[in-house]
């Protein structure tokens, strides 16, 4: 079986995959793809304009093909005020850079959704990383233009009602290798290991505009 691309992994030593890391910790190897951002997570502290002017200068790299992972999480991380702020602030620097966003959201896809129109930002793709929600949320997401990425764990119903050309997999910080994932979402979708790897493959390369 061909090895899939990984559209979202912390697994710095991963190969053929985005490699999503903290812009204070971005140390790019060559042949390597990456996709910088400050996880919700991490707003707990102060983040500084010293930050986000390293966050403005690696996102420039050309090893660099989206912004992210960002987003908002209603469950940890800081203030909401704050995560709100920090994930415009990546908003903003997607829509200069004209690369999506990779997005951690938990329960707060209606609020991100509402953020972007709001800033008149249609235009800069989500890529909504770790889908476990319902079809419910994922219809919302879908129909703004989002992007669906899976990883070993998911709500079925979900995945089925995600178009193949919106499709992404991974494995974020799972052990659990890539064509495990392929496998366990084809399926569940009764088609071949195979074809979901050269629909995902194609999928990520369309979206993260890759050379």
């Known amino acids: 079986m061909t090895t899939p691309f990984d ?11 985005l490699i999503s890391v903290d812009p204070r910790c971005f140390s790019p190897e060559s042949g390597k793809w990456y996709s910088v951002g400050f996880h919700p997570w991490d707003t707990s502290g102060e983040l500084c304009d010293a930050d986000f002017a390293l966050l403005e200068q690696c996102a420039t790299h050309p090893q660099v093909l989206a912004i992210g992972e960002t987003g908002l999480d209603s469950r940890r991380g800081g203030d909401m005020a704050v995560q709100r702020q920090v994930f415009t602030r ?46 419910h949320v994922a219809r919302l997401l879908l129909d703004e233009g989002c992007y669906l990425s899976f990883g070993i764990r998911f709500n079925p119903h979900t995945l089925q009602e995600t178009p ?3 499709l992404l997999i991974e494995t974020d910080e799972d052990p659990a290798p890539i064509e495990e994932v392929a496998a366990t979402v084809a399926a569940q979708l009764q ?8 629909q995902t493959d194609f999928n990520a390369r369309r979206l993260l505009k890759m050379p």
């Open 7 to 17: 559209f979202h992994t912390h697994h710095l030593d991963a190969t053929g995959a």
């Open 90 to 135: 990546h908003l903003t620097l997607a829509a200069a850079l004209g690369k999506p966003v990779v997005v951690h959201s938990v329960k707060t896809a209606q609020e991100i959704l509402a953020l972007r129109r709001a800033m008149g930002l249609a235009d800069v793709t989500l890529a909504v990383h770790g889908m476990r929600a319902n079809e």
């Open 164 to 166: 193949l050309e919106r």
């Open 191 to 198: 088609i071949s290991a195979e074809e979901v790897i050269r």
